[in-house]
């Protein structure tokens, strides 16, 4: 039920909650599984049984009970490749299914999807060709999960990077984009990180310049800010400083030709 995507499992299993009275079920806006445990965690089935966001589909969902008691600092995660399906309770050849993969964490604890099948697909034969069996049959059916949880071996499989602290996690800043600066981004933090270039570019005498006109003394600052801040850090300065206005920073410039334009500029201030 779930492809091979070449990570790691630490656990594999596979739940099934029967929904013996699928008409008290379709009462409800939402019910949820008893829970159950995969690999010392807790979990268990959302199910909207006439539709999450759309009246007309089945949504269903795999939910962490876990998640929302844990410390909102990015420690606490897991990472889950899942299928989550309405089958049939006679017959598991005739379901619908659909599959995902997650990270669930504090700000998400529960992922699945909101159209699984069409709530006026569930009592009519899913393949008549074939078999007379419909998804909900003599009113029951089964909703059932098949879910793999994965090694994170670097910490940051399937990271959103939203609530990211990078100079707690790593030590280091980024840059800011300002539209279409992500080539120039990857320049300077190349650059950034080669010590002899960084010390060749603080020791360029600027104590004369302004910033906004001085490339060697916008380049510093971004260098001292890339060592001291806590957050990302601006380039407005030294766009400026090439003589750009805002609509040069949202257009697309050839690295290359930059690059050329930044170190002859260094070179003639040495």
Not at 57 to 72: E, G, Q, W, Y
Not at 176 to 185: L, V
Not at 219 to 248: I, Y
Request: proline letters at 5%; one cysteine or more.
């Amino acid at each position: 039920m779930l492809p091979d995507i070449g990570l790691d499992a630490e656990a594999e299993l596979t739940h099934r909650w029967t929904i013996d009275s699928w008409t008290s079920a379709a009462k409800q806006k939402r019910i949820y599984s008893p829970s159950f445990e995969c690999n010392g965690a807790i979990w268990r089935i959302l199910l909207f049984p006439n539709g999450n966001q759309q009246s007309d589909t089945l949504s269903v969902f795999l939910d962490s009970l876990d998640a929302p008691t844990m410390p909102k600092d990015g420690a606490w995660h897991i990472c889950v490749q899942f299928a989550l399906a309405i089958v049939n309770h006679k017959d598991e050849t005739c379901f619908r299914s659909a599959t995902a993969q997650h990270r669930f964490n504090p700000y998400e604890a529960d992922w699945g999807f909101n159209h699984l099948v069409k709530l006026n697909q569930l009592f009519v034969p899913l393949d008549p060709s074939k078999s007379e069996r419909s998804l909900v049959e003599t009113d029951k059916t089964v909703i059932l999960v098949h879910m793999r949880i994965l090694k994170d071996v670097t910490g940051y499989l399937w990271h959103n990077y939203v609530n990211y602290d990078s100079k707690k996690a790593t030590g280091h800043v980024g840059l800011r984009n300002q539209g279409a600066t992500c080539y120039m981004n990857s320049l300077l933090q190349s650059l950034y990180f080669v010590p002899y270039f960084r010390r060749a570019a603080y020791m360029i005498p600027t104590d004369s310049d302004s910033p906004t006109k001085s490339i060697p003394l916008a380049l510093q600052r971004v260098f001292l800010q890339l060592q001291e801040n806590d957050v990302p850090v601006a380039t407005n300065e030294l766009t400026k400083s090439f003589g750009w206005d805002a609509v040069d920073s949202f257009m697309q410039h050839d690295i290359q030709e930059f690059n050329r334009v930044l170190q002859d500029n260094l070179e003639i201030k040495m």
